[in-house]
T-cell receptor, first 116, second 110 residues
Framework: GAVVSQHPSRVICKSGTSVKIECRSL??????MFWYRQFPKQSLMLMAT?????????EQGVEKDKFLINHASLTLSTLTVTSAHPEDSSFYIC????????????FGQGTRLTVV | TQLLEQSPQFLSIQEGENLTVYCNSS?????LQWYRQEPGEGPVLLVT?????EVKKLKRLTFQFGDARKDSSLHITAAQPGDTGLYLC??????????FGTGTLLAVQP
């Protein structure tokens, strides 16, 4: 299957700093990438849809100035958590699809963010 | 309101027991997927069902899509500790956006 690589897998940062998480499709061109947030023992909550070369579409309740998404190429999307606070601590996961109309998604390994 | 409701939310069973996880919605879906996620990792696709009434088997796992394409079930026969994880149903649309169910956390005790 297609491989999606997410980096870093774990990051600890201080309150007020910004953290960038990368999501790369390694062996295919991803037309669309998605960013999810997950709290312990809970399901994935979609944060935003990222399309190459255009602005991300954010889900209701997600602050776009807080969670900056850039999709500069067909193989890379980044999520930057700006001015991080402890409540931003969570597991962030990206996924990518490569074919319109096919909803099978390939997921990265996730990034555990801890803000101290 | 959650689009996809899963039940039960948590399930702890002994090795060798059978179990069923349900995924329900008031909406009709063109397809539905089941994923399994282990701690600290991303979800892994188990199966996609597209036809109402469809049944798919994956070793000891049996997936069924409801006739009306509003619900689905996952049945595990003779559960093993390796089946432990978070099971998620998910639906998508024309935009490829996947929406996940509320999740079922399964623990299989040896």
């Amino acid at each position: 299957g297609a491989v999606v690589s997410q980096h870093p897998s774990r990051v600890i940062c201080k309150s007020g700093t910004s953290v960038k998480i990368e999501c790369r499709s390694l062996d295919f061109q991803a037309t669309t990438m998605f960013w999810y947030r997950q709290f312990p023992k809970q399901s994935l909550m979609l944060m935003a849809t990222s399309n190459e070369g255009s602005k991300a579409t954010y889900e209701q309740g997600v602050e776009k100035d807080k969670f900056l998404i850039n999709h500069a190429s067909l193989t890379l999307s980044t999520l930057t958590v700006t001015s991080a606070h402890p409540e931003d601590s969570s597991f962030y996961i990206c996924s990518a699809t490569f074919k319109q109309g096919v909803t099978e998604a390939f997921f990265g390994q996730g990034t555990r963010l801890t803000v101290v | 309101t959650q689009l996809l409701e899963q039940s039960p939310q948590f399930l702890s069973i002994q090795e060798g027991e059978n179990l069923t996880v349900y995924c329900n919605s008031s909406s009709v879906f063109s397809s539905l997927q089941w994923y399994r996620q282990e701690p600290g990792e991303g979800p892994v696709l188990l199966v996609t069902v597209v036809t109402g009434g469809e049944v798919k088997k994956l070793k000891r796992l049996t997936f069924q899509f409801g006739d009306a394409r509003k619900d689905s079930s996952l049945h595990i026969t003779a559960a093993q500790p390796g089946d432990t994880g978070l099971y998620l149903c998910a639906c998508g649309g024309a935009t490829n956006k996947l929406i996940f169910g509320t999740g079922t956390l399964l623990a299989v005790q040896p």
